[in-house]
């Protein structure tokens, strides 16, 4: 007999892929297997002849990678599918035969020393490699090497793994549309989630671009990182108090010197408009070598630590009007960020519900007068109180399930039900 899977609706809220990633990602760490029907069915197709939502290549990518790493059953894991079953192998089952050379990981030895583990997700398009990351991230924090059985014959086989660091690649886009770009994971994204939310230290490093606009360009970042120890507990953080903005940093990339000297020169001219003493930096200034690539981000980082940022890609040829365009674009609907006073932008809110929910006490996230949570926002949440039993109140706080790295949260979560009917927990359930 298997535990019933949760059953999750994909048209739910903001019904796109948000709510698949969350959802596999807390599946893949907790052990509890689910059931995804309507998969990103609000979405609507490229084309009208085409089917809408059901998996892309760079959510199958994800899911692939966690179903490998868990050792998990799944049904419906193909490339346009609209319904996904995903049940990853329980802690106290052993691993088939069949399954234990699938594992993700490449070990890296010095001598006879285990240095590192190693391993890379291929796209061949220019996927979002962030969402990649968001996907996987929480299994490769809080996920803890465990000892695993296999079972050959009648022989029972320990494989004792060491928490040591890992290095994730991932072959995608850098500079994708309606995604999180790389410079906003590495400026915004890491350092509130190590400085103020306490994860261990992301080092990242572009390998190669990639880029939806322009000819479509498939790039590769590497991912370094040391996951929790076992028995660790996130502990619960407040997002309040932002303090005031002390520095601009500016990344442009474009296709030539003239046309990035211009947008520097336009950028500066706004920022300092509104914001006179305020200091700009420029961590990013790099050639596109194609005019119909253009990125600009604007971070501001303040007082206390925090950073909030706007940014625009421009998927079309670029001129001099249109450098006007999106320096006012991104300057504008920065300051009209900053004056809600919150302590994250509305980009950020979604990303740190999950955190929210595995740690230990109530977290809180101030985002500013007059904020509401996006829709995004609402549909992680909705996700998390339904897979770890937590709820958020209508500030956005939430008591978070105080996971244990190593615990064993499907015997919590099974203990903690109350059950009506014993015979609507469990089923016979055999997923191919």
């Given at each position: 007999?298997?535990?019933?899977?949760?059953?999750?609706?994909?048209?739910?809220?903001?019904?796109?892929?948000?709510?698949?990633?969350?959802?596999?990602?807390?599946?893949?760490?907790?052990?509890?297997?689910?059931?995804?029907?309507?998969?990103?069915?609000?979405?609507?197709?490229?084309?009208?002849?085409?089917?809408?939502?059901?998996?892309?290549?760079?959510?199958?990518?994800?899911?692939?990678?966690?179903?490998?790493?868990?050792?998990?059953?799944?049904?419906?894991?193909?490339?346009?599918?609209?319904?996904?079953?995903?049940?990853?192998?329980?802690?106290?089952q052993y691993i088939p035969k069949d399954k234990t050379q699938s594992s993700v990981w490449q070990e890296i030895c010095d001598g006879s020393k285990l240095i590192r583990r190693e391993t890379a997700i291929q796209l061949d398009s220019p996927g979002s490699i962030c969402l990649i990351l968001q996907a996987i991230l929480p299994y490769l924090l809080f996920h803890s090497p465990e000892t695993v059985k296999t079972a050959e014959g009648a022989a029972e086989v320990d494989q004792k793994v060491t928490n040591v660091p890992l290095r994730v690649t991932i072959n995608g886009g850098t500079n994708v549309s309606r995604s999180p770009s790389v410079e906003y994971i590495c400026q915004v994204l890491i350092p509130l989630l190590v400085d103020k939310v306490g994860i261990p230290p992301i080092t990242t490093l572009v390998i190669k671009r990639g880029w939806s606009s322009g000819r479509a360009d498939v790039g590769a970042v590497q991912f370094d990182l040391m996951p929790f120890a076992s028995g660790c507990k996130l502990t619960e953080f407040h997002f309040t108090d932002r303090g005031e903005v002390t520095r601009m940093h500016v990344s442009i990339l474009a296709a030539d010197a003239a046309a990035r000297s211009t947008l520097r020169k336009k950028v500066i001219e706004r920022l300092l408009a509104a914001r006179p003493e305020v200091e700009i930096l420029f961590p990013v200034d790099e050639d596109t070598k194609n005019g119909a690539r253009l990125y600009l981000l604007v971070v501001a980082e303040t007082s206390n630590g925090y950073r909030l940022g706007r940014d625009c890609l421009w998927e079309r040829k670029s001129n001099s009007s249109m450098l006007e365009t999106v320096a006012?674009?991104?300057?504008?609907?920065?300051?009209?960020?900053?004056?809600?006073?919150?302590?994250?932008?509305?980009?950020?809110?979604?990303?740190l519900v999950v955190f929210q929910g595995l740690a230990r006490g109530k977290s809180i996230v101030d985002s500013g007068k007059d904020m509401h949570a996006t829709l995004?926002?609402?549909?992680?949440?909705?996700?998390?109180?339904?897979?770890?039993?937590?709820?958020?109140?209508?500030?956005?706080?939430?008591?978070?399930?105080?996971?244990?790295?190593?615990?064993?949260?499907?015997?919590?979560?099974?203990?903690?039900?109350?059950?009506?009917?014993p015979s609507d927990e469990l089923e016979d359930l055999t997923i191919s």
């Open positions: 007999m298997a535990l019933k899977p949760d059953s999750l609706d994909g048209r739910t809220l903001e019904g796109g892929g948000q709510l698949l990633r969350l959802a596999v990602s807390l599946s893949a760490l907790t052990y509890l297997p689910i059931h995804i029907y309507d998969i990103r069915a609000n979405r609507a197709p490229r084309k009208a002849s085409q089917p809408a939502g059901g998996l892309k290549a760079a959510h199958l990518a994800a899911v692939e990678w966690l179903a490998r790493a868990t050792h998990a059953d799944t049904k419906g894991m193909v490339q346009g599918s609209r319904k996904l079953d995903f049940r990853p192998l329980q802690r106290r006012n674009a991104v300057t504008k609907d920065l300051e009209e960020e900053l004056q809600r006073g919150g302590c994250v932008d509305e980009f950020m809110q979604d990303q995004h926002t609402k549909t992680a949440r909705w996700v998390a109180e339904r897979l770890l039993n937590l709820t958020f109140d209508e500030s956005g706080g939430c008591e978070g399930c105080s996971f244990e790295v190593g615990e064993d949260f499907l015997d919590r979560k099974q203990t903690e039900r109350v059950v009506q009917d």
